[in-house]
T-cell receptor
Framework: NAGVTQTPKFQVLKTGQSMTLQCAQDMNHNSMYWYRQDPGMGLRLIYYSASEGTTDKGEVPNGYNVSRLNKREFSLRLESAAPSQTSVYFC?????????????FGSGTRLTVV | QKEVEQNSGPLSVPEGAIASLNCTYSDRGSQSFFWYRQYSGKSPELIMSIYSNGDKEDGRFTAQLNKASQYVSLLIRDSQPSDSATYLCAVGRRAGAGGTSYGKLTFGQGTILTVHP
């Protein structure tokens, strides 16, 4: 089925470990986004990519890096995980930055840092 | 002041009643408005979008927008227990309007809705 695919779905890391969250969409969307969701905080934007070849910081970028590998894929990397990065991470995509259509979200990655 | 504010609830309504969910936003340059539904442990699902002042109806859902008051609401008629979820309001600027917004959406904290039989 067409949509946004995130891997892994669950992950437990030790403090200081690194990992990459993968996101791929098959809807030929131009714009892709990474959000984190914490209780009482709503969805907060980490990084986004308006189009292939561009990335920019969102509201909470510290401790993260991203790569827009091609039009389909947008990965999020934690170089040295911290307990404060325990969260649910959602990848989303959109046809274009000026699209009047909302995001399509992936199913999320639940990350626990111990 | 938060950019997008919602009453976190929980909002509890009886089955068959009208549920009213509210959202205010601070950026007067906002031009697109969305309501997402999120079941526990699941990802947000788009249920309504609105761009012009007034009402927009889709089945049991009605979105209302008042840009002068910077207010958007969602009404759910004939509420069902299956409507029990968290409802997220999201607001966006047109890309390039007043900066490099690139179509980012800003989300409220969400309102928890419980519909009891």
């Amino acid at each position: 089925n067409a949509g946004v695919t995130q891997t892994p779905k669950f992950q437990v890391l030790k403090t200081g470990q690194s990992m990459t969250l993968q996101c791929a969409q098959d809807m030929n969307h131009n714009s892709m986004y990474w959000y984190r969701q914490d209780p009482g905080m709503g969805l907060r934007l980490i990084y986004y990519s308006a189009s292939e070849g561009t990335t920019d910081k969102g509201e909470v970028p510290n401790g993260y890096n991203v790569s827009r590998l091609n039009k389909r894929e947008f990965s999020l990397r934690l170089e040295s995980a911290a307990p404060s990065q325990t969260s649910v991470y959602f990848c989303a995509s959109r046809q274009g930055a000026n699209s009047n259509v909302g995001y399509t979200f992936g199913s999320g990655t639940r990350l626990t840092v111990v | 002041q938060k950019e997008v504010e919602q009453n976190s609830g929980p909002l509890s309504v009886p089955e068959g009643a009208i549920a009213s969910l509210n959202c205010t936003y601070s950026d007067r340059g906002s031009q697109s408005f969305f309501w997402y539904r999120q079941y526990s442990g699941k990802s947000p699902e788009l249920i309504m979008s609105i761009y012009s002042n007034g009402d927009k109806e889709d089945g049991r859902f009605t979105a209302q927008l008042n840009k002068a008051s910077q207010y958007v609401s969602l009404l759910i008629r004939d509420s069902q227990p299956s409507d029990s979820a968290t409802y997220l309001c999201a607001v966006g600027r047109r890309a390039g309007a007043g900066g490099t917004s690139y179509g980012k959406l800003t989300f409220g904290q969400g309102t928890i809705l419980t519909v009891h039989p």
